[in-house]
């Protein structure tokens, strides 16, 4: 089963075969259906499913039954446009590559990333943010109204990425979602800068390192653990570019990215830009929350044999993404005419780092042409680039792209070393173009 995010007035919708089934909408809170109105769309979904649903009264509220949630044809995520569904329970969904041609990705093109389940409440307008921790020197608390009036509002395109994108192409299988290309995007972020928080409240000698917490459960559902809370070190927090998020595009977050209030860092693992914040500490050593430890985004000091086990104490912590670039345009399985060049687009992104190249070849990585790269719109945005090519006859082709970063560090051909948890598969992106 999988628990839906709803907004009033909107609602989910599933199909199988010509059946629609719409959920209801929820009367007050955006993360729960109302219950009456759903035991009283028992009928129709007992349509829908074909059979009568045994303890349909112990049903848990927000839940879609599996047998629809795992028909992954015709699954439609709210808010959402094209999405592939990876896990159902808690929701995790990315996005075709070609569905992120645009410079700035739409909120309704930007993957989903959960290790919980949303707030059953998300309500803005009694939301807080607590400020605390052993290296505070003064704790507060804020509304976000008291956020919005008394800092600075920015707004900065920041790339997103988890961690594990590109985990399926690992052999021996990593486990985790198995992302392909999907679990990433550059939205623009509206917020303030999480230093200026961090300053008002005062931050001692000690600081080293800043840890969240949010309202999204445990999938157990108790309410003594956290799903995830993470942290970056205290440096990354006071850059410029570290901001406490209320808005995506101009828009408010939406209940799948954070509503009403998240923090996002460019360039780093998707996991350390907690979502749902409402507690932000401020640590005289490494934050120790959940999915710190163990090899929750960690990945061996030194390179292993696949398959192999590593030691947790060998396993270091991901800070900043390697580098990385997607063609969006076109769509791979493209048939084109031998006649005419092939208008290539596409983006490119090196963690803390600026790109500094990018390069595309039609012949599986024996020559390579340059492409025309953009500069980002501000530091941690993915940079845009364009090329053109040319096929000598008719074919089967790849067209690959490599990026190289300003340390002069490549992108490599193949998958880049096995790590257990199948983190930072950096190799290059290719797409089939079929030329005659």
């Known amino acids: 089963m999988v628990e839906f995010s709803l907004s009033p007035p909107r609602v989910a919708t599933m199909e199988m075969g010509q059946a629609e089934f719409k959920l209801p909408e929820a009367k007050n809170l955006p993360w729960s259906f109302n219950r009456r109105r759903f035991l009283r769309s028992m009928g129709r979904m007992t349509s829908v499913l074909g059979a009568n649903i045994a303890f349909a009264h112990c049903m848990p509220r927000g839940l879609i039954p599996v047998a629809l949630a795992q028909s992954r044809e015709g699954f439609v995520i709210e808010g959402k446009d094209g999405l592939r569904v990876l896990n159902d329970r808690p929701l995790n969904a990315e996005t075709p590559a070609h569905l992120l041609n645009d410079d700035i990705t739409p909120a309704s093109r930007l993957f989903i990333r959960n290790n919980g389940l949303p707030p059953v409440e998300a309500d803005a307008d009694r939301w807080t943010l607590s400020m605390g921790g052993e290296s505070i020197k003064t704790a507060k608390t804020y509304t976000l109204g008291e956020l919005r009036d008394r800092f600075e509002s920015i707004s900065l395109a920041l790339t997103l990425e988890c961690a594990g994108n590109g985990r399926a192409e690992y052999y021996p299988p990593a486990g985790g979602n198995q992302w392909t290309t999907g679990a990433v995007g550059c939205p623009e972020w509206n917020g303030i800068r999480l230093k200026d928080v961090l300053?008002?409240?005062g931050v001692k000698r000690d600081a080293v390192y800043i840890g969240y917490y949010g309202e999204d459960r445990h999938l157990s559902q108790d309410p003594k653990k956290d799903a995830i809370s993470r942290g970056v070190p205290l440096w990354k927090a006071m850059e410029e570019q570290s901001m406490i998020a209320w808005g995506m595009n101009g828009d408010p977050l939406s209940p799948h990215h954070g509503y009403p209030l998240r923090l996002i860092f460019g360039g780093w693992p998707g996991s350390a830009s907690g979502k749902w914040i409402d507690r932000i500490v401020i640590r005289n050593r490494v934050h120790d929350g959940t999915k710190m430890g163990g090899s929750s985004y960690r990945v061996p000091r030194y390179p292993v044999k696949p398959g192999s086990e590593v030691p947790d104490e060998d396993m270091m912590i991901i800070e900043s993404l390697p580098v990385?670039?997607?063609?969006t345009f076109p769509r791979s399985g493209l048939k084109h005419s031998l006649a005419q060049p092939l208008r290539l687009h596409g983006h490119a992104w090196a963690g803390d780092l600026e790109v500094?190249?990018?390069?595309?070849?039609?012949?599986?990585?024996?020559?390579?042409?340059?492409?025309?790269?953009?500069k980002p719109v501000n530091r941690l945005a993915w940079q845009n680039w364009d090329a053109e090519v040319r096929f000598p006859k008719a074919g089967y082709y790849e067209v690959w792209a490599r990026a190289v970063d300003e340390e002069g560090t490549s992108q490599p051909m193949l998958?880049?070393?096995?790590?257990?948890?199948?983190?930072?598969?950096?190799?290059?992106?290719?797409?089939?173009?079929?030329?005659g």
Not at 415 to 435: F, M, Q, T
């Open 324 to 327: 990385k670039s997607l063609i």
């Open 199 to 201: 300053e008002d409240c």
């Open 415 to 435: 998958v880049p070393g096995w790590n257990p948890k199948g983190y930072l598969n950096n190799s290059c992106h290719r797409i089939a173009v079929y030329v």
């Open 356 to 374: 500094a190249g990018i390069s595309v070849s039609i012949d599986f990585g024996q020559t390579w042409q340059e492409a025309d790269l953009g």
